[in-house]
């Protein structure tokens, strides 16, 4: 009976540390979001921009992105109702929001792939993808003239990640896309 108990209570110890892990690193603010910005700015080796990335893609994937608005202006309060109701039915257990997460291009020659956000199995998937093998260099935009070429999503930030091959890139259109 005891065993049953320690195992019991180092599973559930396990669980704990494992949950607070994959919270750490959650970025849902906008202070939060620069500062990651920045200290990916600040990385001089491409290995550690990359590994950095890798975790925020992945972190990303536990929060939802708020960036769908709706202007609820003019309509009635049963309206607004179905609306609140039907935007929480479509992503449930989730309660977890920001839209401060940046653009992320992939890009290879003339071609660019453009995803604001990366879901969960694709973002697993991704990360073999984000090695210094396939990638040639980061380029990072936050808070520069060249956002207004993305629009408001280039508020958080725009990340290019410029792809070695084309082969790899074809790989990673077939995954994205």
């Known amino acids: 009976m005891k065993l049953k108990f320690k195992v019991f209570y180092v599973l559930i110890c396990l669980f704990t540390a494992s949950v607070a892990v994959a919270q750490d690193g959650l970025i849902l603010t906008a202070e939060e979001n620069k500062e990651w910005i920045e200290s990916l700015k600040a990385e001089e080796k491409l290995k550690q921009q990359l590994n950095s ?3 925020r893609i992945m972190a990303d994937t536990a929060v939802n992105s708020s ?5 609820f202006t003019g309509l009635s309060s049963e309206r ?7 935007t929480k039915a479509e992503k449930p257990g989730k309660d977890l929001h920001s839209r401060h997460r940046p653009i992320y291009q992939f890009v290879n020659n003339e071609e660019v792939i453009y995803l604001s956000s990366i879901k969960g199995k694709t973002a697993e998937n991704l990360q073999e993808f ?17 956002n207004v070429l993305y629009g408001v999503r280039g508020e958080s930030g725009a990340i290019l990640i410029k792809i070695k091959e084309q082969k790899t890139f074809d790989c990673l259109q077939q995954l994205l896309l």
């Open 80 to 86: 607004r109702k179905e609306i609140e109701a039907k």
């Open 67 to 71: 960036s769908h608005f709706i202007c």
């Open 130 to 146: 984000l090695t210094t093998k396939k990638v040639s260099a980061l380029e990072i935009y936050y808070d520069q003239p060249e």
């Open 53 to 55: 990335l890798q975790k």
